[in-house]
């Protein structure tokens, strides 16, 4: 398991992970103080820490965005290691969806907008501040990434995913040999760089087509990786399109796979579904709507639409009503319960007549979220129940990403 | 979970215990009775460490004639062996022992076993207690987890039989000795997320599979618990992943091998010795595969998924695949499994096992469970609901009974052949009708359906038998082994094949193969062989019956003449174009062998040009005496100040007309205005709006807009305007009470029809026909024929003429007679000579009838057709219409009055669905029409206001629906056609064009219905738009001509193919001209030059085009 935050994530004494994100303030540095510090005043030794520390990691990541830029003008950067956040890679003919993906996803451009981007001519990347740092690069086409004039060291060596951009709607075999050639590339020299392939722009199709061209795409890609002595390798594919929400689901997948805390969040979701009947239960990312992590169940792109919609509505209230205020921001229903470590952001909203089934929403922090979609059996009267169980495993979240 | 698929084909077996192979088999003594009642016990026992599958098959055979017969009651075909366990609890997963009696239900509050005897379910260890009582581990340290969350169990077989492996969701697999039960054998703890599926190998129960989320798969052996049971580590481990395994299964026939499926679709076959790469791996699915299933042969897997797909893969070779079969689920697939197999049905496999069926669940939030069969992929075979919610696990247990368990917390075994099938709810017929009048009609018989009464063993009527197992002592005792879906309805086996069936007694073939090693078929066998069991259905095609021939009608549609050239009076060219246009239409009609019809054409001609005739005549009178023209006139409004007001109304209370809201809705409300206007006040139905009896009466002539200075609006219907519209509303909420069928269907095509039925449609008339007192000041001024009409009416036995002509649309009231083409013609001969002698006069005042009844109209018309003098209007009017020169009817005491011939020709031809023949009736005759029989003024007036509302909109201006009116639908109203009626025949004849592909004409059609009749045209009136087409591909160019590079075939076009150049050298620029005929285009310049200088005629591209002229 590659760790991005910390070496030892997992290991029963996790070393504090690099959070330069300034909200992270909010986490309280242990848990006895999460019950005494309220998550908006941190105590101030505890800001001094944390200042101190998001100052290191802010010259660290200064440090190699130059190199960034230094490659990019291709100077010989020395080797950095990956850094705290996870990085994405974008790749792709040209025209085939890479700076729609990226606007979209990252700076929240309107899908139907990107048909005036122009084309990317060099290395761009974007960044978006949320409870957790995404850095995305679009690697234009005709910098091929596998030429060996290229820097690939600087490109590739604190990347963690690279996303080959498929358009299906256009002619993919070439793509598909250019494909092959980078991910045999970067099996060879990077291998510790995920592989993941966007089959892009399938809205329209209709689905045997898109069932067809997938599994074709896939088999395909399969066989002459097997061929070429990778079929090992795994890469995994996914059909998106910027027009609906399967672009963020696939980004979600791609997220969670640079997560080291990944499978520590699953088991608790895991456990806090069965505990309280929940059908499903995703960690959102409230900012990208990205989730970062989701209960072990089959996923379904209906329950994530459905809670993505809600963050959307979460995030807009509390646009007007100001992020720090820590009052309830539900819509149906509000209520903010007074524990005992101070107020908590959490709300409900029912889709269904009988309210048998609804969504529950809870934010960990001012930046991530918990959404469930409840199923029969949790009804309002257990609230105690969940409430507590939600409870504690917002202090097990804390825990995991504990400062 | 473990794949025990092959094992549970033998269903019943009483072999000796584990670990011994089974003893050579008896051959069992072929005992119908015997053998069935044996076939009934069939989870007794299993052979519980086979050597081989196919020897496990065989011991199902093997076993019957044995054992357990003292244990059981014979399951009869009646009965039901459905047993249900209460838990309470949610359980998550179930997994059967080998030997098929004990069931394992885990969950996350519930881990048990239950023992199941027939209907009986008894709870036997519950783990759960014992693991909370117990404090310590086998190792004798302190108990450290107090709950497991069970994700998945497994049993193990063979020697291990009686290990049980539990998979929790913190990816730690807890192998639990059931008879130790408080502490767990063994932690298996190197998976690092939840641990999806456990299954044990079917051939040696000790080894185990497991599945998990963090993408790889792991081999344990549980012989090494003994040895190391605290550290007991996986033997081997499958990776390449990266993405969770939903499901493990290992081959049924082969022991080495396994299958998954992955979170992303994948399916992959491994070799337990090979740790590198799959053997096999297919994407299989777009979604997540969530189950896959080994058919019994081994060679074929099936995957289901959430993209509600379950697909059957071939995976007995590693070519490159794609599915060989697949079954389209209606809901996202969570669980599926092959049904044991059954006997098969086909004499040639010498009663081997078969297996086409499986069992499918899906979401929670769909609870159904279908069984398909591969056979009929298309919809499921039976369903039953179980719960509430979808079931959390299912298995099966044998061939017919399916346990399941779900989050209600009931185990069920449930018997399958009693549940329902989905075919006996479905319709077993079904037709289909094509454009071009094919129709196409399947059906399929029905079996008696005799459903057994359940808890009745008096009723042995057997649920299932097919035409092969009928025998008596499967009537009795129904279970045969045979395939229950080979009943007549779902699927049947067609006998006359090579196998003759009279030389093979299939029971006997049952009985003489008893003992007989016999495999399962492959499934490639079975569904390649298409004859052998297919659904028996009829199905029929052919053209319908009373529907045009498409040939004719395409021929009839091009050929036909639909309009004529109207001139401003009835002159002799005009009579000789319609004449020819009669003519023609007479000609094509005979061609295509439609004699009745182009008789209708010959005489709708005569009429036709008799009463132009008549027309011409009295034209020509009155302009004689055109000096002695009566200035006074009408004081009745025309249409379009009707509208007029009405638009102004609606300005003024525009909330009050729900009407404007919804422009669709306008029309059927108010088709359904006329049914109420029996509420209204009877002002509106004074006789002096009566165009006939007004005009009459005052002056013979009807306003004209151009005129209008003269016309004021009749004080009898202002007041009505002004209580329209409170009423109109009052009478819609009636009228959703009355017929809300007709408000909310707003078929066009389904109005004609119901505007015929309309029960009462005219108010106008009623008082007329009842209140006599309303008659006689008429009969006093009039000295029309109308009067006396209306005096015939009153009196006579028949409602006159003039009456019924008031609207065609409503000829069918019932309070009315129809006046039908062939009423005049009760007594044809007197009537025959009446037109003769018309015809022979050229004159209106033709020579009296003999009859009683026409004679007084004739001569009442013969005199006012000769004494009044018309007054003549020419050349105001656009052409749309045959100017009316005469408020007088001519044809009044004719037997053939035009209009009336028009609307019962419209009624008969619109009855067989002719629209072709009424459309181009009413295009050629319609003009020509005289304004003699007006509709009546009711219907005027709802259907102006129809119309209004609808041109609003359309978003034409007031003055453009004024002209709209004026021109078009006045003469249509005053001619005594409904425009409604002719809108609906004219837009269901452009739908018939459209759907024949006849663009040309429907555009012809629809250029003839602007602007009057919306409906029509209504859909063609955006989106058009022109394009240069590519002179290489000939697909439009939608740059134009900023570009001039096809978009399809990036083929560069030339500007200009004289020039060459982007402007002309002959001047005018870049202005460019097309041949309208050959689409070829040029610059204007150099087209000019081409064409006048150079004398060229031909296009100059050299298509042959004759541009010139």
């Given at each position: 398991m ?13 070393t504090p ?9 909010l986490?309280?540095?242990s848990l006895?103080n ?17 200042t ?5 990691q ?14 990019a ?22 025209r ?8 979209v ?6 899908p ?18 949320s ?5 995305s690069?679009?690697l234009p ?5 596998t ?24 002619e ?6 250019e ?5 045999v ?13 966007f ?6 199709l209709?689905?045997e087509?898109?069932y ?14 097997s061929?070429l ?23 979600s ?7 080291p ?42 329950d994530?639409?459905?809670c ?65 979609v ?13 409430d507590?169980n ?13 400062v | 979970?473990s ?15 584990a670990s011994?192979?089974?003893p050579?088999p008896?051959p ?5 009775l ?17 050597a ?8 199902r055979?093997?076993?019957?004639g ?13 009965q ?20 098929g ?17 027939g ?11 014992a693991?909370?009582?117990?404090p310590?581990q086998?190792?004798g340290?302190?108990?450290s ?41 063994a932690q298996l ?11 044990f190998n ?12 963090d993408?790889?798969?792991r ?13 007991l580590?996986?033997?081997?481990k499958?990776?390449?992943q990266?993405?969770?395994v ?6 049924p ?14 399916i ?10 799959p ?25 289901a998924s959430?993209?509600k ?12 695949q794609t599915?060989r079969w697949e079954?389209?689920?209606?809901y996202p697939?969570?669980?599926?499994r ?22 499918t669940a ?9 069984v398909?069969d591969?056979r ?9 609901t ?12 044998s ?10 917390g009931t ?7 009693h ?15 094509s454009?071009e ?9 029905r ?8 808890h009745?063993?008096?009723?042995q ?9 009928v ?28 196998h ?11 009985i003489?193969?008893?003992?007989v ?5 492959p ?21 319908m019956?009373?529907?045009?021939d ?16 109207l001139?401003?009076?009835v002159?002799?060219k005009?009579l000789?174009?319609?004449q020819d246009?009669f003519k ?17 054409w010959?005489i ?11 027309r011409?005549?009295?034209?020509r ?12 006139r ?6 379009a100040?009707?509208?007029l007001?009405?638009?102004a109304?609606?300005?003024?209370s ?6 404007s ?6 029309l059927t ?8 206007t029996?509420n ?6 004074r ?10 009466q005052?002056?013979?002539?009807l306003?004209?807009i151009?005129?209008s200075e003269?016309l004021?609006?009749p ?5 009505i305007?002004h ?23 707003t ?9 015929s ?18 008659i006689p ?7 029309s ?11 006579g ?6 009456v019924?002509?008031a609207g065609?649309?409503v000829?069918?009231r019932?309070?009315?007679r ?7 013609s ?19 005042a033709?020579?009296p ?7 007084p109209?004739g ?6 057709a000769?004494?009044a003098?018309?007054?003549h ?12 020169d005469?408020?007088?009817d001519?044809?009044?005491?004719k ?9 019962e ?17 009413l ?35 007031p ?8 021109k078009h ?22 739908d018939?064009?459209?759907?024949f ?8 059609l629809?250029?003839?219905?602007y ?9 063609f009136?955006?989106?058009?738009t ?5 002179g ?5 160019m ?7 590079t096809?978009?399809?075939c ?7 193919p ?8 002959y ?13 070829h ?22 298509c ?6």
């Amino acid at each position: 398991m590659r760790t991005l935050f910390s070496e030892n994530i997992l290991s029963p004494s996790p070393t504090p992970a690099p959070q330069p994100n300034p909200f992270e303030l909010l986490f309280p540095s242990s848990l006895s103080n999460a019950s005494s510090a309220d998550s908006t005043q941190s105590s101030p030794r505890q800001n001094e820490w944390l200042t101190q520390h998001l100052q290191n990691q802010q010259r660290a990541e200064s440090e190699t965005s130059n190199q960034a830029n230094h490659a990019a003008n291709g100077q010989r950067a020395p080797y950095a290691r990956r850094k705290g956040n996870p990085k994405l890679l974008f790749m792709g003919l040209r025209r085939s969806g890479k700076s729609s993906i990226q606007k979209v996803v990252f700076q929240k451009l309107s899908p139907a907008d990107t048909l005036f981007l122009e084309h990317t001519t060099r290395i761009e990347t974007a960044t978006m501040q949320s409870f957790i740092t995404f850095e995305s690069a679009e690697l234009p086409h005709h910098l091929s990434a596998t030429a060996p004039d290229f820097d690939h060291h600087a490109v590739f060596s604190n990347t963690g995913a690279a996303i080959w951009v498929l358009d299906v709607q256009d002619e993919y075999l070439t793509s598909i040999t250019e494909m092959i050639h980078t991910a045999v590339f970067l099996a060879e020299n990077y291998p510790r760089v995920n592989f993941e392939v966007f089959i892009h722009k399938t809205d329209g199709l209709s689905e045997e087509y898109k069932y067809e061209t997938f599994r074709e795409v896939r088999q395909r890609v399969q066989d002459e990786l097997s061929d070429l002595g990778h079929g090992d390798r795994s890469v995994s594919y996914f059909q998106t399109s910027i027009f609906d929400h399967s672009i963020f689901e696939a980004m979600s997948k791609v997220v969670q796979k640079l997560l080291p805390q990944l499978p520590a969040m699953e088991a608790l979701l895991n456990k806090l579904c069965s505990t309280c009947r929940i059908q499903k239960a995703y960690l959102f990312d409230s900012v990208s709507k990205i989730y970062v992590a989701t209960d072990a169940s089959p996923t379904f792109l209906k329950d994530y639409e459905v809670c993505s919609d809600y963050v959307d509505v979460i995030v807009d209230i509390k646009q007007i009503y100001g992020w720090h205020s820590q009052e309830g921001d539900g819509k149906a229903v509000s209520e903010s319960s007074n524990q005992d470590d101070g107020d908590i952001g959490e709300s409900m909203v029912t889709y269904d007549r009988s309210g048998d089934t609804y969504i529950y929403a809870r934010e960990i922090n001012d930046y991530l979220s918990l959404i469930c979609v409840m199923g029969k059996g949790s009804s309002t009267d257990k609230r105690v129940l969940i409430d507590y169980n939600v409870g504690i495993l917002h202090d097990a979240l804390l825990q995991v990403f504990k400062v | 979970m473990s794949n025990e698929g092959s094992r549970r084909q033998s269903s019943v077996s009483t072999a000796p215990p584990a670990s011994i192979p089974n003893p050579p088999p008896l051959p069992a003594a072929p005992k119908p009775l015997q053998r069935a009642r044996d076939a009934a016990f069939r989870f007794i026992g299993y052979p519980s460490r086979p050597a081989s599958p196919q020897v496990e098959v065989n011991g199902r055979r093997i076993g019957q004639g044995s054992g357990g017969t003292a244990r059981y009651a014979s399951l009869s075909a009646t009965q039901n062996a459905t047993a249900t366990h209460k838990t309470g609890l949610e359980i998550k997963t179930i997994a059967i022992n080998e030997k098929g009696t004990h069931a394992l239900l885990g969950g996350k509050e519930i881990f048990k076993t239950v023992k199941i005897e027939g209907k009986l379910c008894v709870e036997e260890v519950n783990l759960r207690t014992a693991i909370r009582s117990t404090p310590n581990q086998a190792s004798g340290k302190p108990r450290s987890t107090y709950n497991i969350d069970i994700a998945d169990v497994a049993w193990a077989k063979g020697d291990c039989g009686d290990y049980v492996a539990a998979a929790t969701s913190s990816g730690r697999i807890i192998l639990y000795d059931l008879g130790h039960a408080g502490i767990p054998a063994a932690q298996l703890h190197e998976h690092l997320r939840q641990v999806h599926k456990v299954t044990f190998n079917p051939h040696r129960g000790n080894y185990l599979l497991s599945g998990s989320q963090d993408g790889t798969v792991r081999l344990w052996d549980l012989r090494d618990v003994r040895q190391q049971a605290s550290a007991l580590q996986s033997k081997r481990k499958y990776s390449g992943q990266n993405d969770g395994v939903r499901d493990v299964k290992w081959s049924p026939t082969d022991g080495v091998d396994f299958a998954f499926g992955t979170d992303s679709g994948w399916i992959q076959r491994w070799d337990i010795r090979n740790l590198k790469a799959p053997k096999i791996r297919v994407p299989a699915h777009t979604l997540s595969c969530n189950i896959i299933d080994w058919h019994p042969d081994g060679k074929h897997i099936a995957s289901a998924s959430s993209d509600k797909f379950v697909r059957v893969w071939d995976f007995s070779h590693s070519d490159k695949q794609t599915s060989r079969w697949e079954i389209k689920t209606p809901y996202p697939v969570m669980n599926a499994r092959w049904r044991p197999s059954c006997e098969s049905s086909m004499p040639q496999d010498n009663g081997a096992r078969q297996c086409t069926q499986l069992v499918t669940a899906y979401d929670r939030e769909h609870p159904v469970i279908h069984v398909w069969d591969l056979r009929r992929p298309a919809l499921p075979f039976r369903e039953m609901t179980p719960y509430d919610s979808a079931p959390t696990d299912l298995l099966w247990h044998s061939q017919d009974l399916l346990w399941t368990v779900g989050r209600e917390g009931t185990f069920l075994q449930a018997d399958i052949q009693h549940a329902p099938k989905v075919i006996d709810r479905r319709s077993l017929s079904s037709f289909a009708i094509s454009p071009e009048g094919e129709i196409s009609f399947v059906a399929q018989k029905r079996r008696l359906r005799r459903s057994p009464k359940l808890h009745h063993p008096a009723a042995q009527t057997p649920n299932t038998n097919n035409s092969l197992s009928v025998s008596p002592e499967t009537t009795f005792l129904s279970r045969s082994w045979a395939d229950d879906s080979l009943d007549r309805t779902f699927l049947s086996v067609t006998s006359s094949k090579r196998h003759a069936m009279s030389k093979f007694n299939p029971s006997s073939i049952a009985i003489t193969n008893e003992g007989v090693l016999c495999a399962v078929v492959p499934l490639n066998n079975i569904m390649d062989d298409k004859r052998s069991s297919v659904p028996q259905q009829v199905m029929i095609t052919g053209r319908m019956p009373y529907h045009m021939d498409p040939d004719v009608f395409r021929f009839l549609a091009a050929k036909y003449v639909k309009t004529v050239a109207l001139t401003a009076t009835v002159d002799d060219k005009l009579l000789q174009a319609v004449q020819d246009a009669f003519k023609k239409n007479e000609k094509y009609a005979n061609y295509a062998g439609l004699y009745l019809l182009s008789g209708t054409w010959d005489i709708t001609r005569f009429v036709t040009l008799t009463m132009l005739k008549r027309r011409a005549e009295a034209q020509r009178k009155k302009d004689k005496n055109s000096d002695k023209q009566i200035v006074k006139r009408v004081n009745k409004p025309t249409l379009a100040e009707l509208a007029l007001s009405f638009l102004a109304e609606q300005e003024q209370s525009s909330v009050l007309s729900p009407a404007s809201i919804l422009p669709v809705s306008i029309l059927t409300q108010h088709l359904g205005v006329p049914e109420s206007t029996s509420n209204v006040p009877t002002p509106l139905a004074r006789p002096v709006n009566s165009a006939k009896t007004s005009a009459s009466q005052e002056i013979a002539k009807l306003p004209d807009i151009d005129n209008s200075e003269d016309l004021t609006l009749p004080p009898s219907l202002s007041p009505i305007m002004h209580h329209k519209l409170p009423d109109r509303s009052f009478f819609d909420s009636q009228l959703t009470a009355d017929n809300l069928n007709s408000l909310q269907d707003t078929d066009r095509t389904d109005m004609v029809r119901r505007w015929s039925t309309q029960p009462k449609t005219l108010l106008s008339l009623d008082p007329v026909d009842t209140e006599g007192s309303k008659i006689p000041p008429k009969l006093q001024k009039h000295d029309s024929e109308e009067s006396f009409a209306f005096m015939v009416g009153s009196t006579g036995s028949s409602v006159p003429a003039s009456v019924a002509s008031a609207g065609p649309m409503v000829s069918e009231r019932p309070s009315r007679r129809i006046p039908a083409i062939g009423e005049p013609s009760d007594d044809a001969a007197a009537e025959y000579g009446g037109i003769e002698a018309a015809r022979s006069d050229g004159d209106a005042a033709g020579s009296p009838p003999l009859t009683d009844e026409p004679v007084p109209v004739g001569q009442a018309k013969a005199l006012p057709a000769a004494g009044a003098s018309p007054p003549h209007e020419v050349g105001h009017e656009p052409l749309y219409s045959l100017p009316d020169d005469s408020q007088e009817d001519l044809e009044a005491g004719k037997p053939w009055v035009l209009v009336e011939l028009l609307a019962e020709l419209l009624k008969h031809h619109l009855k067989t669905g002719d629209a072709q023949t009424a459309t181009h009736l009413l295009t050629l005759v319609e003009p020509l029409l005289p304004h003699t029989h007006p509709l009546p003024d009711a219907e005027i007036e709802a259907t102006v206001f129809t119309y209004t509302e609808t041109y609003a909109a359309m978003g034409f201006m007031p003055d453009e629906i004024a002209s709209i009116f004026d021109k078009h639908l006045q003469h249509t109203v005053m001619a005594g056609l409904q425009p409604l009626q002719i809108e609906s025949i004219l837009s269901f004849y452009h739908d018939q064009l459209m759907s024949f592909r006849l663009f040309d004409e429907a555009a012809y059609l629809r250029k003839l219905a602007y602007p009057a009749y919306t409906a029509v045209y209504e859909d063609f009136t955006e989106d058009n738009t022109i394009h240069l087409k590519c002179g290489a591909c000939g697909k439009p160019m939608v740059k134009g001509m900023a570009t001039l590079t096809c978009e399809s075939c990036h083929e560069k076009q030339v500007p200009c193919p004289i020039c060459w150049l982007k402007e002309s050298p002959y001047g005018g620029g870049k202005l460019m001209s097309v041949c309208m005929v050959c689409g070829h285009a040029g610059h204007a310049g150099c087209l000019q030059h081409w064409f006048e200088e150079d004398g060229e005629e031909e296009c100059l591209t050299g298509c042959g085009c004759v541009c010139k002229s």
